[in-house]
């Protein structure tokens, strides 16, 4: 393996951590939305802490190879000292709603696909398309002035991690104690629950999904040091990926894909795999020209928000978070906002229907 070009071996080594990334995920039906909607309308959070404790494994396993110098974050855009606010608000409240129009997220449309959906395969295309053309083409244009622009710029701590900020503004090095405090009280809040202490095979499921991030930093830090030509540090993320995946499908430049691309591949390979054992591999399409048109809507707004926000579910709440990066809880707010404004939508026929039904249980408590 050592004997590899590092550039050639990080697509592997993406392929390699994607399947297990996609067999898992589809055999538990790890989705953001659906542990969202069934803690807001069931009442039920378990898989919502089954989320959590993915995050969590994701922060403390990535933690443990910066501190053994084995993985270099650092080197990644998620600390870049440039903090686009703006487009952490925005971009993530369009991924939210763009989630909730289809159902899933840029991630869950892979292991979608690997079902069998069309409709998985319409919005990774436009998913991608759009993301390339809010990063490489005209929609880039807005995102300057209305993003980039707009950022604040954490230049003295050198990065926007949590953990550096309160360093700076204490004096004393406090990035292994935040690291720390937020896996502790992580895991308080998702083994606080007697019925998911209970539940070993979702618990087994979380921590492997978790562990692919830290094992991307590893990989692509690797890959980065032995190679001669440069190597992104990255993850996990399936916005940009899936747009250059596309690319990489219908052009050559020749250019080596990335292990971005390769985790694109390898987590529809073992959506694939994991639905042919479970025998649930079937063609879906929409149903009318309406559910396309809020497919497509979806995916572009998924798509255009991803590359706003920097990220999407994976690549902020679970990528940027095991970095402490300041914009993983920015973005996963705006998304659960844009999520539950869509959902209400969809569901209850208005967007103000949250917010009204406050009103009116404070209403009827006045009465």
């Known amino acids: 393996m050592f004997d590899l070009d590092p550039v050639m071996l990080a697509p592997f080594l993406g392929v390699l951590g994607g399947c297990v990334l996609g ?10 939305l659906a542990s969202l909607e069934r803690h807001w309308y069931a009442g039920d959070s378990n898989r919502l802490r089954v ?26 855009f998620y600390l ?21 129009l289809v159902g899933t997220c840029g991630f869950g449309a892979v292991l979608r696909l690997g079902g069998g959906s ?12 759009s993301a390339l053309a809010a990063q490489r083409g005209i929609v880039g244009s807005l995102r300057v002035p209305l993003v980039d622009n707009m950022a604040v710029y954490f230049t003295e701590t050198g990065s926007q991690s949590i953990g550096d900020i309160l360093s700076e503004l204490t004096g004393v090095r406090l990035q292994e104690a935040v690291a720390v405090m937020i896996a502790v009280a992580g895991l308080a809040w998702i083994f606080k629950s007697p019925t998911f202490r209970r539940q070993f095979s979702k618990i087994g499921s979380a921590i492997v ?7 991307g930093w590893w ?30 499908l219908i052009t050559y430049t020749g250019t080596w894909p990335d292990y971005g691309v390769g985790l694109v591949v390898g987590t529809l390979a073992g959506a ?33 928000g991803g590359v706003f926000a920097m990220g999407c579910t994976i690549g902020q709440g679970i990528t940027a978070f095991s970095t402490m990066a300041i914009s993983a809880p920015v973005v996963m707010l705006s998304m659960a906002v ?7 939508w969809l569901i209850e026929g208005s967007v103000l229907a949250p917010f009204r039904r406050h009103g009116d249980a404070q209403e009827n408590a006045a009465e």
């Open 23 to 32: 067999y898992v995920a589809r055999m538990t039906h790890f989705c953001t």
């Open 272 to 304: 694939v795999v994991a639905a042919l054992v479970r025998r649930d591999i079937r063609w879906e399409a929409c149903d009318d020209a309406r559910e396309l048109g809020r497919h497509l809507l979806g995916g572009t707004l998924m798509g255009v």
């Open 118 to 129: 069309l409709r998985a395969l319409v919005v990774l295309t436009v998913i991608g398309l």
């Open 51 to 76: 989320w959590v404790l993915a995050s969590v494994t994701a922060l403390v396993g990535t933690q443990v190879l910066v501190a053994l110098d084995l993985a270099d974050p650092g080197a990644s």
């Open 219 to 248: 990989a692509t830090t690797f890959a980065a040091e032995k190679a001669f030509s440069p190597v992104q540090i990255e993850a996990g993320s399936f916005v940009v990926p899936v747009g250059d995946t596309i690319m990489k």
């Open 80 to 100: 870049s000292p440039a903090f686009p606010w703006t487009g952490a608000i925005l971009g993530g409240f369009m991924f939210g709603v763009g989630m909730a």
């Open 338 to 344: 844009g999520a539950r404004v869509g959902l209400a």
């Open 209 to 215: 999904i978790g562990a692919v991030i830290p094992f």
